[in-house]
């Protein structure tokens, strides 16, 4: 055993000498033992004992305090006991205990604290400490015992953060005894539900916090897991303390002691109220929609399980048309009769009750429904179901417009809750979402099967639809046709008033058709202005009749603009099942009777006949043909002369096509240009001739052939091709030509439709220098008013006057205007087709400075021009040799010769 300490002998042995006669003689100890018996008490004491002298000075340090500190005692005794003190208030430490000697301030003395032990290994240990003061002659001794509570401090530590965990979670924890009786409850718990531990002590938990729409098998179900003393987790309808509804997952768990036996039962409640919602109606609602359920089941998910989340709620939800009128979605709580009596009603500002009109977008809340004034029209079958209450809400869209509406009924008075709140703005979103993916999917739908312009079924949903109607016709034996129906001259329509103008005539013709059908009939837009009406059941005798009607309703006056049309359309008819067995053939044949009533001459009707069949093949021959001829550049160009109405000068010539077939004979250009226009060459074809036109222009001049230009005429679609300045420019530098050596003939169209682009390019091909001409003038729907805009350089007067100059004063006055016009304009008129001396002599007093017609040549190859224009130059040759004035019949016999 180590030795006491010297100085707390001396101490003591100071102290004791003194008493040593007031000791009882039975003493049992002598003093030296007494003072051994205590120093070894002290030493042996399982506390940590620390005695310091007056001081400060350690002078005992026993056993348990070499534990505790880990210093051995040879360390200490004699040193300042601020050393045993943690390194943090060591230099106060002395101060300290000298306050507390002096003036007993800090009240060490007779309390018992506890104090942190910072051992030598720098590791800390938590004691206990109490000290003692102990008078002796050698002065105050202090002694401190101090219990390690390490452990214990530890342990309440615990247990400090365990009640913390327990009781600042959210979750509510429960803990009932064997018998499923509340003994405790944390803070938790208290602030979801309301309730203290006295209002549950004792009690069995469901049966506080159920209420009206708890549902009574989860409740049967917690009873049998308890009972059976299994572990279980279910998610249920609670009310808190103040009544309000709340949904909360429980999970509990059985607690068993050592030996099995239950000794409590834990729940941890959590409030799900939001989760159930975002959770289980958003996802369920949005899956649907992922899964394109139709909108009906959507809308009917969300009324069932808001329904099953606030089961005292009855959930409706209806559209708003574009009318304005209500229509039920979904409404599973509420009975037929009500929906029937709120559908069709307007959504207006006087249905209030409907949150529409006049919400603003705010929660209405009609306490006492069926009294509402607004309930007027659905008072009876509420009443009958007993709805005392209703809130509503518009369902609106991103942008604002009202989609339709969202209402919970309920059976007794309520002030709308949080709870129902959260519904109300989960529900709007949700209901929001899939109405405007429904409208955006019956929009693709509409861009998928309808026409944009019109509105009618394209081809698509037309062929589709009519296969239907087909195999319903052929299980029925039904006959049914379908009348293809081609609107005249359309494109002169378009090409002279404007793209916009000939949209306005399609949007009325597809509503005239609309009008004429009957209740199975079906309309729908090809394309262009082509049409097809499919007639069900129907046979020839009625297609026919129908056709007749349509014609005459088209034909009625439609205002486009300043102008008023009348409508024309040319009918082909084709008849299921004679004219074919499905709708592609039906298509074909209709399309081809439809043809021939067009060449027929238009504003017709023609049912299909197979010998059409062989029309529409050699329809088809031909433009082969012609584009074998195309790509063998077996197109040839004859030249028309234009000449001067003043001195008989040649002006220029114009180019025209002429397509010479081994079978077809001589193919008019009136015939092969607007086919070529049909098919899509036609840019082909204008390329091809420009620039064999210029080439020949370059070899006249070549062989000093005086020819001032020559006039090409280039179709609108060609005039639309953005590349055809850059040709231009080409061909004539290939040529070694100028570009006044060229002029471009357009008709009025060209010029009017600023849309397709043509105008542009007539901008780009003047700056080139190339002269232009406006070809056929007053033929079209001429608008003058454009004219001083246009870089042209020429009209041409169409033959169509000219042919009636002799003899109509009307043709004389319009062509004098004409020529008026250009004239004030500066523009030189070109008279085409005068074909005798009176009319070039009307023309030239009316001001006319150009002519052109059989009157002068006939277009002719290039080398009967050559031949043509050498003999001019020998007659002009002799005229100013003096030997005779200009003879226009001369001239005009030397043509016909040539
Ligand atoms: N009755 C009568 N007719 C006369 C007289 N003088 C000339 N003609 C005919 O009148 C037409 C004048 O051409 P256009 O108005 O440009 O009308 C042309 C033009 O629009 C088009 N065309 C001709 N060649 C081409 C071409 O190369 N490209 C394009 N895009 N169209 C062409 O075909 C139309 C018809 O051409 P053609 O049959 O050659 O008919 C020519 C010409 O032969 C006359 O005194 N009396």
């Avoid at 909108?295 to 808001?306: A, D, F, G, H, R």
């Avoid at 959930?315 to 229509?327: K, N, P, T």
């Avoid at 494109?491 to 059908?517: F, I, M, P, W």
């Avoid at 008019?668 to 049909?678: K, N, Y």
Wanted: negative net charge; contains cysteine.
């Amino acid at each position: 055993m180590t030795q006491p300490s010297a100085a707390v002998a001396a101490c003591l042995s100071a102290q004791n000498s003194a008493d040593e006669s007031t000791l009882p003689s039975n003493h049992p100890l002598t003093e030296s033992q007494a003072r051994e018996t205590l120093i070894q008490t002290l030493e042996q004491a399982a506390d940590a004992v620390v005695v310091i002298d007056a001081n400060n000075c350690v002078t005992l340090f026993n056993a348990s305090a070499e534990a505790l500190w880990g210093y051995p005692r040879a360390d200490v005794l004699g040193r300042n006991v601020s050393m045993l003190v943690p390194r943090g208030i060591r230099a106060q430490h002395d101060q300290y205990v000298g306050a507390n000697r002096d003036t007993g301030t800090n009240r060490i003395v007779g309390t018992s604290r506890e104090v942190v032990i910072e051992r030598i290994d720098g590791t800390v240990r938590w004691g206990s400490m109490s000290i003692s003061k102990v008078f002796t002659a050698a002065g105050v001794l202090y002694t401190a015992f101090i219990r390690d509570v390490t452990n214990e401090v530890k342990r309440r530590e615990e247990r400090r953060l365990l009640s913390l965990a327990v009781n600042e979670t959210d979750s509510a924890i429960i803990v009932v005894g064997p018998d499923g009786r509340t003994i405790y409850i944390n803070d938790g718990f208290t602030r979801m539900l309301g309730y203290q531990l006295d209002d549950m002590y004792g009690k069995v938990p469901s049966r506080v916090v159920s209420g009206r729409y708890t549902d009574e098998k989860t409740l049967e179900y917690i009873g049998e897991r308890l009972a059976a003393r299994e572990s279980f987790r279910v998610e249920i309808l609670i009310y808190d303390r103040s009544g309000k509804p709340l949904w909360i997952q429980a999970v509990v768990n059985i607690v068993n002691d050592e030996y099995g036996t239950c000794r409590n039962m834990v729940g941890v409640w959590t409030d799900i109220t939001n989760t159930k919602m975002h959770e289980v109606l958003q996802q369920k609602a949005l899956n649907a929609m992922a899964r394109e359920a139709p909108i009906l089941n959507v809308m009917l998910l969300i009324c069932l399980e808001v329904e099953r989340i606030a089961p005292e709620i009855i959930a409706s939800i209806c559209s708003v048309d574009q009318d304005g009128r209500l229509w039920t979605l979904a409404a599973p709580g509420l009975p037929p009769e009500y929906t029937k009596a709120v559908d069709g009603l307007d959504a207006g500002p006087d249905m209030q009750a409907c949150g529409v009109g006049h919400s603003g977008g705010k929660l209405m809340v009609f306490a006492d429904a069926p009294e509402d004034s607004c309930w007027a029209k659905f008072k009876e079958p509420a009443r009958a179901c007993g709805l005392a209450q209703a809130w509503s809400h518009a369902i609106r869209s991103s942008d604002g417009r009202v989609l339709g509406k969202l209402a919970f009924y309920y059976r007794e008075t309520r002030e709308p809750g949080t709870l129902h709140r959260r519904l109300i703005d989960v529900s709007l979103n949700l209901c929001a979402l899939a109405l405007e993916r429904e409208a955006s999917k019956e929009n693709i739908r509409r861009l998928a099967f309808y026409d944009s312009l019109t509105g009618l079924p394209n081809r698509g949903f037309l062929i589709a639809h009519t296969e239907s109607l087909l195999a319903n016709a052929a299980r029925t034996n039904n006959t049914l046709a379908v009348l293809f129906l081609d609107l005249d001259r359309f494109k002169h329509v378009n090409d002279s008033l404007g793209h916009t103008a000939g949209d306005v005539l399609l949007c009325e013709v597809a509503q005239r058709l609309k009008g004429c059908l009957r209740a199975l009939d079906f309309v729908g837009r090809l394309s262009g202005d082509e049409f097809v009406v499919v007639l069900s059941p129907c046979d020839a005798g009625e297609a026919t009749a129908l056709c007749e009607r349509i014609m005459a309703e088209l034909q009625e006056p439609v205002t486009v603009g300043s102008t008023t049309l009348r409508p024309t359309a040319s009918v082909g008819i084709a008849i299921f099942p004679q004219h074919g067995h499905d709708m592609n053939t039906l298509l074909l044949h209709a399309d081809m009777a439809m043809y021939q009533a067009k060449s027929a001459g238009r504003h017709r009707f023609s049912v299909f006949t197979p010998e059409l069949n062989r029309v529409a093949q050699d329809r088809l021959k031909f433009e082969m043909a012609l584009r074998a001829a195309l790509q063998a550049d077996q197109l040839q160009l004859h030249y028309q002369p234009q000449v001067r109405l003043s001195d008989g000068g040649i002006y220029g010539v114009e180019a025209l096509a002429r397509w010479h077939h081994p079978e077809f004979g001589v193919v008019p250009p009136d015939r092969f240009v607007p086919l070529a226009e049909e098919c899509g060459f036609i840019t082909e074809l204008d390329h091809g001739i420009l620039q064999k036109a210029c080439r020949q222009l370059s070899e006249w001049r070549a062989a000093n052939i005086v020819i001032p230009h020559v006039s090409v005429n280039v179709s609108p679609t060609t005039f639309c091709d953005r590349r055809l300045p850059a040709l231009i420019a080409k061909t004539l530098a290939a040529c070694g030509l100028l570009p006044r050596d060229l002029v471009l003939e357009v008709t009025e169209n060209v010029v009017l439709d600023n849309a397709s682009g043509g105008l542009a390019t007539l901008k780009r091909v003047h700056e080139l220098g190339v002269g232009l001409s406006i070809d056929d003038f007053g033929t079209g729907y001429s608008s003058l008013s454009y004219l001083h805009r246009l870089p042209v350089d020429e009209l041409k007067l169409d033959k169509s006057f000219v042919r009636e100059l002799e003899s109509d004063e009307g043709a004389r006055a319009l062509a004098s205007a004409v020529t008026g016009i250009g004239t004030s304009l500066r523009l030189t008129i070109v008279a085409e087709g005068v074909e005798n001396d009176e009319q070039r002599r009307i023309l030239q007093a009316q001001g006319c400075q150009v002519a052109q017609g059989y009157f002068f040549a006939r277009p002719m190859p290039a080398a009967a021009l050559t031949a043509w224009m050498q003999s001019r130059a020998r007659e002009a040759a002799c005229r100013n040799r003096g030997l005779g004035d200009f003879d226009w019949a001369a001239q005009t016999d030397l043509d016909q010769a040539g």
